[in-house]
């Protein structure tokens, strides 16, 4: 049971209890002010009935042709939340905004290849991982580049996964 | 930067291209030659030169870069045959902007604009310049402008902006929204809307004038397909109904939405409010400022009978049923607690039964009651319970657990869920220290032997239980609290070192002991803590009250410096930035965006911490050069003496500042950073219920402002001080001319009496209360509170009688001479009692340590400052002194003085440094074996030790298999006696700190010494 809305600045004072947790990175206030200025679509919070932020997710859609599609940057779930499909609903979200609104052809996210519990959740929502991508985290561990098709992409084309893995500078996008 | 590839002044890529490479590699040395030798080739054109400041910006010299770019600038002015495009001026623009010479871009824009009036182009950077500058008026008069141009809707979007802006944040009344409003229909009327945040920038004129019916026909019409998601439209139907007061209606459409979206809380908090006609959510007002709303438990007089309350109510009931029944997964909690809302509201309204409540509660942990949230999902229906009923439902909870549960993650769950009521409800507070501790070793033992069920866990994933542990810790600081005995703090901060041991990332953990290890005068570890929770960016404004407050009263300089430091970076850099986000919001037709950046840009500039920040970091370097008389004068010059500050002080009463700090994470025993009930005797439940952290907030608040107005007028009392003092050393009279001299009395009379009046003294009052204390008049209760400030007080007030002829410096018994007797025996007589009463820190929690650490390094340092003027002045410079009997005579006299004051400095120092070395002196062991031994339960059953023991026989007893490798290894590197002696080696950590600045001063009043 959560209230699911869009992500406003005044969020940013309000989230550290989810913050504080060692994998969510706080990044600077240039990067989530430029997804709100950009996409405010895509940064959505979810609160408590107690009015305390239980988790947020944050994304974009960029890219060109068929590989328009929406990005998930960042999901996160305060730890007394979680266990509860919290992050799925806000993942069901974006993919919607990504399918309906911007008629995107898929939803792709950077994982940590040693996040297992995340990419186990990731697959249960029914990611295929597409392509590993070399040390792409500070030139040390490799990420998963993990992808789900939507309604446009009617022969699932964009999750065909790519044999071989590529390095960060192959990628398309920052 | 590569979108700036380009033809600048007519200059072809080609040429431009390898110094843009060159900036982007940060070679800036080969930039420069590249640009050098563009300019050369390229004399005449400016885009060249623009280019050359801006490398010599990035490579740090700033003059040459203003100068340079100036020159561009006048260049661009001064023919008329010069190409002037956007580049060059873009570029210009990022130079003057890093060197804060904002007007010069706006001015070189303007001045473009005036020669090309119809390059829109141009005019976006214009409009940008003013985005810069917050000029709302001007923003929208060029936006107006590019609309009649080109007649384009994002154009009259960035006008209708600028118009909200005007009135929300700048002066503009509302009538502007009025026109803002007019222009939007007469475009709408001959252009139709296309973007979706144009027409909820148009939805939200209307709103903010009350205009709900004609917005609600808006979304009704043509235009409302712009909102592509159904839920979205209707909730904002819902709401514009509501706020005109149809609540029939609002509630119809809000049920449409719970239909859609059965767990969104808030709207079936709407839908419920609307049905009974509570209009309390919707009034103007009713949002404000917090970070965490408070639930609204406001009982506001219903306008229904009480047939059609009941009608009303049984419809929610019949709804959320249905909701219930449809609800696929456990997942979808709102249509379960939707019937303790109906039975809260029933109560509110006095039409309802606790005993329904309790029994909707106990259906409701039947099905949740494992969940972590549960706890903090009832909070606002427990506060509706009396005390009594309080404890029914704790008891029914209690019988019910485990009972239709056979998994033991669930059954572990309801237990935890149990505990957390009894803390919420206060019971923790009421029972007997026996039974509370029978509680805590519950915990400890339930979190030990359901490790087990975390074997497969990955290290990545919370322990189950772990808030077992800190709960258990809420218990023991109690224990601690209740009975001062040490052995209790020990163990609330063993079992956290525990935790951590199996598992390093739980940062509730980290802040618990963070603030213990405050608590024991052992900062360093706090800090080490507190760098591990990774506070960065803008948690550094919600997050650092936890460690700041602290810092600022203990030696550990260097650490506070880099914290000061990173944290006014972070704000700095962003106040610079933000209106380049506001303007990518603009562009990117977020226009909802740009009011809330500005909003919170203006929110984070009245930041309380923000200010406090500004005015304690140059505050600490004052202390840090305060041995040397004139090291402190070059810092007083860096701060402009202080003036800066003292503005500020004036301005606090008139601004709103804001507290964006988050409290909810704060332990019990500090709820503000002001506040630490350990320090008092035990005040039992009175601390509850939670209804007070409202009334400590805003006492906090209060508190914090006065110390920010009475702090910023701190740095320029220390230089009127060192003033007053060289000036009443008759013959060596050398003002520096930056202030008159008749003028520092004066000016020092006055910031002594705001000081007092802040100190909620009148001058003369305040006079009085300082010449008091060292005869043992004074309250030392009015005092305590602020000592520091009374101290600060005395040694101003004798810098300021050195030099006043007024009554008031010889007020009463003290006259020129005798102030500085007053100031003598005042430092010592309160800095010698107070580590006198010290015991060791070991021993005793909660040391008045941090108290001598200001006494020393303020007040005492000041008027060392004080001296070393007076000493200085008094030194032949080699120019002719000036002879006069009388002069020769009060100067003698002075010279009495200050020799006397420096000898009773010199003993107070002394004292300090020899308790510090004898606490120094004691066996790190002898500590060790003395804390550990707090830790030996005495009696059976009782006492402290006993939570401790069961970690240790957990510790023992459970193996490899059952544990897994991963705990079982950090198992293995438990060892408790680590932790004690860490604390130890973090005490001593202060107290060397502390002894190396006393060392210091005492060299410098050696030299002193000799100098007289």
Redesign the interface.
Same mark, same amino acid.
């Given at each position: 049971? !959560?209230?699911?809305?869009r992500f406003?600045?005044?969020d940013?004072?309000?989230f550290? !209890?989810v913050?504080?947790?060692?994998?969510t990175e706080?990044?600077?206030? !240039?990067f989530?002010?430029?997804y709100?200025?950009?996409w405010?679509d895509y940064f959505h919070v979810a609160? !408590?009935?107690?009015?305390?932020v239980?988790g947020y997710i944050m994304g974009k859609v960029e890219g060109e042709g068929e590989s328009w599609h929406g990005h998930v940057t960042a999901v996160t779930v305060a730890?007394?939340?979680?266990r509860?499909?919290?992050a799925k609903?806000l993942m069901n979200l974006l993919e919607?905004?990504s399918d309906?609104?911007d008629k995107a052809y898929f939803v792709d996210l950077f994982v940590r290849a040693s996040?297992?519990?995340?990419i186990k959740m990731y697959e249960k929502l029914e990611y295929v991982i597409y392509r590993r991508v070399l040390r792409y985290y500070s030139g040390e561990e490799d990420a998963l580049d993990m992808r789900k098709a939507l309604s446009r992409d009617v022969e699932k084309k964009s999750v065909v996964p790519l044999k071989r893995p590529v390095t960060p500078d192959e990628l398309e996008y920052d | 930067m590569a979108s700036k590839y380009g033809y600048g002044g007519g200059i072809p890529e080609r040429r431009v291209r390898p110094i843009w490479d060159a900036i982007d590699s940060r070679q800036f040395k080969n930039a420069l030659k590249l640009t050098s030798t563009l300019v050369s080739k390229n004399p005449d054109i400016p885009y060249a030169l623009a280019l050359k400041g801006l490398i010599l910006e990035r490579m740090g010299k700033l003059d040459e870069a203003f100068s340079v770019c100036i020159t561009a600038k006048e260049m661009l002015f001064s023919s008329s045959s010069i190409l002037i495009d956007d580049l060059t001026l873009s570029t210009l623009q990022i130079v003057f902007q890093r060197l804060d010479h904002l007007d010069v871009a706006t001015s070189c824009y303007e001045y473009a604009c005036g020669k090309f009036p119809n390059n829109v182009e141009l005019m976006m950077g214009l409009f940008n310049c003013y985005v810069r500058e917050y000029s709302f008026v001007k923003q929208q008069q060029i936006a107006m402008k590019m609309y009649k141009i080109v007649g384009e809707e994002r154009f009259l979007l960035w006008a209708v902006c600028s118009f909200q802006l005007q009135v929300f944040c700048g002066s503009g009344e509302d009538k502007l929204l009025l026109l803002a409003e007019g222009l939007l229909k007469k475009h709408i009327a001959t252009h139709n809307l296309h973007e979706p945040e144009a027409l909820s920038v148009y939805i939200s004129l209307l709103e903010y004038q009350s205009k709900f019916g004609e917005a609600l026909e808006i979304l009704s019409g043509k235009l409302g397909s712009l909102i592509v998601i159904e839920v979205d439209k209707l909730r904002i139907q819902g709401r514009l109904l509501a706020r005109a007061g149809d609540y029939v209606l609002a509630a119809d459409i809000f049920q449409r939405v719970l239909e859609l979206c059965p767990d969104d809380w808030e709207c079936f908090q709407n839908y419920l409010s609307c049905l009974i006609g509570d209009g309390s959510n919707w009034s103007k007002g009713a949002q404000n400022n917090s970070i965490h709303l408070p639930n609204s438990g406001d009982c506001k007089n219903l306008h229904l009978t009480d047939e059609m309350f009941d009608s009303r109510i049984s419809r929610a009931s019949d709804f959320a049923s249905k909701l219930a029944e449809k609800a696929s997964s456990d997942s979808i909690r709102c249509p379960y607690l939707a019937s303790l809302e109906i039975e809260r509201r029933k109560l509110i309204y006095g039409r309802g039964d606790m005993d329904k409540l309790i029994e909707v509660m106990m259906q409701y942990f039947c099905r949740f009651g494992h969940l972590p949230c549960f706890a903090s999902d009832v909070e606002t229906f427990l506060e509706v319970l009396t005390g009594d009923k309080k404890n029914e439902l704790l008891d029914k909870l209690v019988e019910s657990c485990g009972a239709p549960v056979t998994a033991p993650k669930k059954l572990l769950g309801q237990s935890i869920t149990i505990f957390k009521v009894r803390e919420l409800i206060g019971d923790m507070f009421t029972v007997s220290a026996t039974d509370i501790e029978g509680f805590a070793v519950q915990m400890a033992d339930l979190y030990c032997k359901n490790l087990p069920l975390s074997k497969d866990l990955d290290i990545q994933e919370s322990v189950h239980g772990e808030d077992l542990l800190s709960m258990a810790c809420n218990i023991l600081v109690q224990l601690f609290w209740r009975t001062n005995h040490i052995g209790y703090l020990l163990e609330a901060i063993m079992i956290l070192e525990f935790g951590l041991t199996i598992r390093r990332h739980v940062s509730q953990y980290k802040i618990l002991l963070l603030h213990l290890y405050s608590h024991w005068c052992a900062l360093p570890l706090a800090y080490d803590w507190y760098k591990s929770l990774d506070v960065k960016n803008i948690l550094l404004e919600t997050v650092s009250h936890h460690i700041l407050p602290q810092m600022l009263t203990y030696p550990l300089w260097n650490d506070l410096s880099d914290l000061l430091k990173d944290y006014l970076k972070f704000m700095d850099a962003h106040f610079r930035e933000s209106a380049d986000l506001t303007f990518l919001a603009y562009r990117h037709r977020n226009y909802s965006k740009v009011i809330e950046f500005v909003q919170f840009k203006e929110r984070l500039q009245r930041s309380s911490q923000y200010l406090l920040a500004k005015i304690e970091s140059p505050i600490l370097h004052l202390k840090q050069n305060a041995d040397s008389i004139e090291k402190e004068e070059g810092v007083l010059e860096n701060l402009k003496c202080g003036t800066h500050f003292l503005e500020l002080s004036s301005e606090i009463g008139s601004k709103s500042l804001t507290f964006n700090e988050d409290m909810q994470l704060r332990p019990w025993w500090t709820p503000t950073y002001d506040k630490n009930y350990l320090l008092g005797p035990f005040e039992g439940v009175s601390y509850y219920p939670r209804e007070n952290m409202q009334f400590q907030i805003k006492q906090m608040e209060a508190n914090t402002l006065k110390k920010i107005e009475r702090r910023s007028l701190v740095p320029r009392m220390i230089y009127l001080s060192i003033q007053s003092a060289a000036l009443s050393v008759k013959y060596n009279i050398e003002a520096n001319g930056s202030l008159p001299e008749h003028q520092v009395p004066s000016e020092l009379r006055i910031l002594l009496e705001r000081y007092a009046n802040i100190l909620g003294f009148s001058f003369h009052d305040a006079i009085e209360m300082v010449s008091d204390f060292p005869k043992g008049h004074s309250s030392s209760e009015v005092a305590s509170p602020n000592l520091i400030e009374w101290m600060n007080f005395a040694v101003f007030f004798n810098a300021w009688s050195l030099n006043s002829h007024e009554k008031g410096a010889s007020h009463r018994d003290i006259n020129k001479t005798s102030s500085w007797q007053l100031v003598n025996s005042f430092l010592e007589k309160q800095i010698v009692e107070k580590f006198r009463s010290m015991r060791p820190l070991l021993s005793s929690p909660g040391s008045d340590l941090p108290v001598v650490v200001q006494m020393v390094t303020e007040p005492l340092a000041w008027h060392i400052l004080v001296i070393q003027s007076c000493v200085r002045s008094s030194l032949p410079t080699g120019k002719k002194k000036k002879k006069g009997g009388a002069s020769e005579q009060s100067n003698s006299q002075l010279s009495y003085e200050i020799r006397d004051s420096i000898l009773s400095v010199y003993r107070i120092i002394e004292q300090v440094i020899t308790w510090l070395k004898e606490q120094l002196q004691k066996p790190v062991d002898e500590g060790l074996d003395m804390i550990l031994s707090s830790l030996v339960t005495k009696v059976p059953n009782e006492g402290p030790g006993r939570v401790f023991h069961v970690i240790e026989t957990c510790v023992a007893s459970l193996n490899d298999t059952e544990l897994g490798d991963r705990i079982a290894g950090s198992l293995r590197c438990w060892h408790p006696a680590d932790v004690g002696r860490k604390l130890i080696s973090g005490q001593r950590t202060v107290l060397s700190e502390l002894l190396k600045i006393c060392e210091s001063k005492i060299k410098s009043l050696q030299t002193l010494k000799l100098q007289i």
């Open positions: 049971m !959560s209230t699911i809305r406003c600045c005044n940013l004072l309000r550290a !209890s913050n504080l947790d060692h994998l706080t990044f600077n206030m !240039s989530y002010m430029t709100l200025a950009r405010p609160e !408590s009935p107690g009015n305390q239980m730890p007394e939340y979680r509860q499909q919290l609903k919607d905004i309906k609104i996040n297992i519990p995340a | -």
